[in-house]
């Protein structure tokens, strides 16, 4: 058997170093403790980027999966099947969105987005040449389409020129975004709740007025709920709790918790002028395999409470971070919605974090200075407990 050792060398010499690591194996997961190639365990407050909502081992998403597997795993969207039809039925509910296409990621729902939306202005006016409004500090993908309307000039320079007719306004400034609107402008796309970016909800203020803006000048909302989606921050969208509906969503992460798949959604009256036969297509996007594990989760969502629980015990993690904000003064805010949670310190949190793996429990950053805790959304309060034991302990160290 190999250690971790050898496996990190290994891997090292054959994968394209794109991350920096943390120097461990994972090897299996149970509930939302994983466990290392050595035995070594882990409290799981990333969920694999927000991912794994519903934890490890869940045994009716496995038994779907592995059901699909042994009866149907591919057909081609040439095809039907019951799956996809149940997933699609599910999500569509779930999201008050009446058309569903699924992808294989996010990234390729964002893909998807941008070019409903520009499909939709083309059918309208009958020409091209349309202009997208995207947010300063805003993640939507390393493709060149979703790297063009990223905000963050680092990750989109050395790819330039990408997509043209992007244009940047400031998240949470309605004026910047008024100022950025011309005759071409089909579209704004933004995160409800900004993931990558530092963890920043939207104003409700602010993302009605963009609602009424696109209203008035019939631009497409498109709001990418990849990460704050799938029941994160406490509904089962992030824009549910604003009470607006975007045009075009998307959705991807905890979708398959765990099964590669992301999907792009719209309005009837969207999809009435959008993407029609030969526009669109993917080769697995929406296959029986991945749909049964979409259609379960749903379902697991349901059973579990998943909403239930991450309204209460979202409030009981927020609320000992905040404690924890009071007596440290080195955190400036925590921040976020549900298990969307932003703890920003006045220095980097690498230290904080290597700590915390050191012992046991796994955390992200979002930025240098921001702490990111997105667990899987069945942690307890026993969890949250140990978890800030773990970073008390890690801060004490820290400074
Ligand atoms: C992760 C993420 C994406 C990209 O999704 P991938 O599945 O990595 O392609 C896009 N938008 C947001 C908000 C994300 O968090």
């Given amino acids: 058997m190999n250690t971790m050792k050898q496996t990190i060398e290994a891997a090292e010499n054959v994968l394209l170093h794109t991350y920096n690591r943390y120097q461990i194996v994972l090897d299996r997961g149970e509930g939302v403790k994983l466990f290392d190639t050595e035995g070594k365990e882990y409290l799981d407050f990333f969920a694999g980027i927000a991912v794994s ?21 591919h057909t081609s969207n040439y095809f039907y099947s019951v799956p996809a ?36 202005a083309y059918t309208r006016d009958g020409h091209g040449g349309f202009e997208i409004i995207a947010m300063e500090r805003s993640f939507h993908g390393r493709s060149v389409g979703a790297l063009s309307v990223t905000g963050n000039a680092h990750y989109r320079e050395p790819f330039e020129p990408l997509m043209g007719g992007v244009k940047f306004a400031v998240f949470n400034d309605i004026d910047s975004v008024k100022a950025q609107v011309t005759d071409r402008t089909c579209a704004i796309i933004m995160e409800t709740v900004q993931g990558e970016g530092g963890i920043y909800p939207a104003d409700p203020d602010f993302l009605r007025q963009v609602r009424a803006l696109c209203d008035e000048k019939d631009i497409l909302l498109i709001l990418d709920e990849i990460q704050c989606g799938m029941g994160r921050t406490g509904n089962m969208f992030a824009y549910q709790g604003y009470g607006i509906r975007p045009d075009i969503m998307t959705c991807a992460k905890a979708l398959g918790c765990g099964v590669p798949v992301g999907a792009f959604a719209m309005t009837g009256r969207v999809a009435e002028k959008s993407l029609a036969p030969g526009d669109h297509g993917t080769t697995y996007g929406g296959n029986p395999l991945v749909c049964a594990a979409v259609s379960e989760v749903f379902d697991q969502f349901e059973e579990l409470h998943i909403l239930e629980n991450v309204r209460e015990t979202g409030a009981y993690l927020r609320d000992r971070l905040e404690k924890l904000a009071g007596a440290v003064p080195s955190i400036k805010e925590v921040r976020g919605k549900g298990m969307l949670l932003g703890v920003e ?19 992200i950053n979002s930025g240098a200075n921001v702490l990111r805790v997105i667990p899987p959304l069945v942690v307890t309060k026993e969890h949250v407990d140990q978890m800030i034991a773990v970073l008390e302990e890690a801060i004490r160290k820290d400074s």
């Fill in 53 to 73: 909502a519903l934890g490890y081992g869940n045994k009716a998403l496995s038994g779907a999966i592995k059901d699909q597997v042994d009866k149907l795993m």
């Fill in 85 to 120: 039809m149940e997933a699609g039925k599910k999500l569509a509910k779930a999201s008050g969105m009446d058309r569903v296409f699924f992808t294989n990621s996010g990234t390729e729902a964002i893909e998807g987005a941008i070019k409903a939306a520009k499909k939709y």
């Fill in 345 to 363: 310190f006045d220095h980097p949190v690498s230290g904080i974090i290597a700590y915390c793996i050191e012992h046991g429990v796994l955390l």
